[in-house]
């Protein structure tokens, strides 16, 4: 079957998919009154309310499935984006537009930029998908930072190809059509009675067949959309652009997670515009291989089981057998297509003004290194916290056991835990060394169910990697009391403290001494005696 029938196909059942409700509900209106009128006699009038009833409920399942079908794809507000005008940046509009253009599709009445790795194209369609109308298009501010403007140009005429009719005048047609079905049958999905559900497995199997039906269609346009950014920006920059588009995903991600949100437990935001922006410092930190490797391992998202994308490499390798046209893939010298931006800062501001909850755009500025310092020293606290409660607990223990004649050293200890003040790191280390560690302060750090029924070595070996984050979490707090800890947002790498030089060479030695089968606090003893009493080289 050639690919003009197989779309023919397609909308010949997208006007089943339509009709299927006419037929229903003429069907219920005839049983209906055929009971009525002809079947049910008068002692049998609630058993015709039951009936009506029930059609009731039927008909309006059906008829909110069809006003779903007919308004999929009405535009609406768009609350976390900012709208741009051609007045606005008329660079950026430029460039959609030549895209639009050569896919032989109009421009779109209103552009978006989003806080995603993403773009897209959105239209509101007319008389159930089969004509075009409103159309919007979407493009995220990271998007634009880690592509350049030649792998840009090929993403916007790959999204305009999908309503191109590019090899048919069906293959765009048809696209739209998947859409308000997709969209008819998530309203099926949400349907809360069982009635619902009833007529809802009619919609969504018949919507199923003709997806699937459809599929190859949708395929042909996604390859062909391909083969035109190829044509319009090069066949190089689109591969690049394709194999960008994943580790871009993966970074984005990565700096949410890790530098954004940074200053939650704080309750507090990075510098205004550095939400989203800061994203740009990771770009240019780290490129090639060190960006890739954000992604490495990690699996590609499921697709939708109707996904009319086919797989990343199978589009690469198809645009690679493409003829060469001398043009190259867009990196090197290419220009971030950031830079078509007229203030990509203030473009930054406005975006995180539009998308940051009200409460959480009132929290407090700080810089990224006040950030990092604030950060650090919060982890430290929370690494240390378990460990100073649980000598804590050991000391307070140790001194309702002694006699009355204790020594001067542990009744000092004894009234500080008295007061309830958590020992400091001296007192931690005295502790070890009058063997109170895998006597009495193991026991009592926090575990797992399943671990407290370890014993001997095993028991040790599970719980000394969290005194060991205990004891470096003080020594943290330690050195930044002091002065001799930096922050460092290390934009290449994981943010946090810049210890001394000697304590990066020595500290791991000497925490790993001070929690082994017989402590040994020496090591950091000196190590603490060295950095409160001579400036440490850094």
Known sequence: MTFRLRA?????????????GVVLLSAMAALDWLLVTRLLTAQAAWLEGMVLTVTVLLAAAILRG???FLRAGRLGPVPHAVAVTPQDEAELWEQVRAAAEVTGERPPDELYLLAEVNAGVAEQNRLLGLLPGRRRMFLGLPLLAGLTVPQLRAVLAHEFGHYGNLDTRLGGVTMRCRKAVLHTVEVFREGSTRLHYAIGALYVGYARMFLRTSQSVARHQELAADR???RHAGRDATAAAL??????????THYLETYA???GPLEALPPVGEVYGG???LLAARTGERLAALSAGQRPPRPHEYDSHPPTAERIALIEKLPADDRPDGSGDEPAALTLLYDPDRMFAALEARTLPREEARLRRMSWDDLVMARAVADAEGWSRPLRVAVSRALRSSAQAADSTVTVRRGAAAEGVANDRLPGLEEILDAFDRGLLWM???????????AARLTGPSARNFIRPKIFDGLAGMVHLRLAEAGHATPDIAWSGQPGLVLPEAWEKGMDDALDAAVADTPDTAPLRALLEAGLTHDIVR
């Open 440 to 450: 009495a302060v193991a026991d009592r750090m926090p575990k797992p169910h399943q």
């Open 228 to 230: 035109i950014a190829a």
């Open 261 to 263: 949100a940074m200053g």
């Open 66 to 68: 069809m006003y779903a």
């Open 243 to 252: 194999r960008n588009l994943p580790v871009l995903a993966a970074a984005h």
């Open 279 to 281: 994203f740009r410092r």
């Open 8 to 20: 023919v196909r397609a909308l010949v059942l997208l006007a089943g998919f339509h009709l299927m």
